[in-house]
Structure formats: structure tokens, C-alpha cells
């Protein structure tokens, strides 16, 4: 009976951490995305580039900007577009779109999965959308991937 008092109180704590580590990681990914929502509203080119220096895995600052861009309701013309903007100052230009269209929203939904936040904002036009924010599987649980899609 001792032992099995032992066992019990062994796997609740087990069972705790695992808890534990997996809200600490929910809590980092949500907190990085508030915290780009908060950037996107400051007009200044080095707090962007801080901020992804500060929050973006080294990966994702190598990778190029791939956009595609929906001209039509019917989807039929669209165009795509793979940049080379692997440095600093080419992804702050990303930024700054962002922050012409969605500088002055709200977060609608701030939904964690297993490694992923998707993240509605709401402009004061009423434009929605939906940034779809990929982490890294482990601590510090940096951004590594970033996916826009306005409705």
C-alpha cells in the first residue's frame, strides 16, 4: 500500500509538470503574438526589426517572403510573388504593410494549438485577418513561420 502511495504521488507530480511546461509554452506563443499586434501599431522601422530580432528564429529571418496576392472574388487572377528579402530591412517593409492595414486594430480570437496561434485582428474599416503564427517545438519557443490571409 505504501508503494502504491508512492507510485500515485510520483505520477500526479509527472503528470503536473507536463501541465505545467505545456501552459508555459501556450502562454509564450500567445504572449509573442500580442506583443507583434502591439508592434504592428508602433510606426517606427527599428522596433520592427528589434522585435524580429528578439522573436523570430535565425531560420525564418534567412527564409524569403513568399506572398500571394487574390485580385478577384472569383479567384480566378492571382498573383505570386517570392522575394529575396531575407535581411532585416526588406522584412521590415512586410511590416509596414502590415501596420498600414492593421496599425489601428483589435484582436478578434487568439486560438493555441500544439504549435501554432491563429490570430484574428479586426481593423476600424471592419477588414479582417487571420495571421496563422508558427513556433518552434522548443523553448524559447521563437517564431518560425508567419501566414496572412485578409478576408
Known amino acids: 500500500m505504501h508503494m502504491k502511495n508512492i507510485l500515485l504521488i510520483f505520477f500526479s507530480v509527472c503528470g503536473f509538470i507536463i501541465a505545467s511546461a505545456q501552459d508555459s509554452r501556450t502562454v509564450t506563443m500567445e504572449k509573442r503574438c500580442r506583443e507583434l499586434h502591439r508592434v504592428l501599431g508602433i510606426s517606427d ?59 489601428e486594430s483589435k484582436i478578434v480570437t487568439l486560438k493555441a494549438t500544439e504549435e501554432t496561434v491563429e490570430m484574428i485582428l479586426e481593423n476600424t474599416a471592419g477588414l479582417k485577418a487571420t495571421f496563422n503564427v508558427k513556433f518552434e517545438p522548443k523553448k524559447p519557443y521563437l517564431i518560425d513561420g508567419l501566414r496572412i490571409q485578409v478576408n
Do not use: C
Not at 522585435?51 to 534567412?62: H, P
Open 45 to 103: 522601422k527599428e522596433v520592427w526589426k528589434k522585435f524580429m530580432k528578439d522573436n523570430y528564429t535565425a531560420a525564418f529571418l534567412e527564409r524569403p517572403i513568399k506572398s500571394s496576392v487574390q485580385t478577384s472574388h472569383s479567384g480566378q487572377s492571382t498573383t505570386s510573388a517570392e522575394s529575396s528579402a531575407s535581411n532585416l530591412d526588406e522584412k521590415a517593409e512586410m511590416l509596414q504593410r502590415l501596420h498600414n492595414d492593421f496599425g
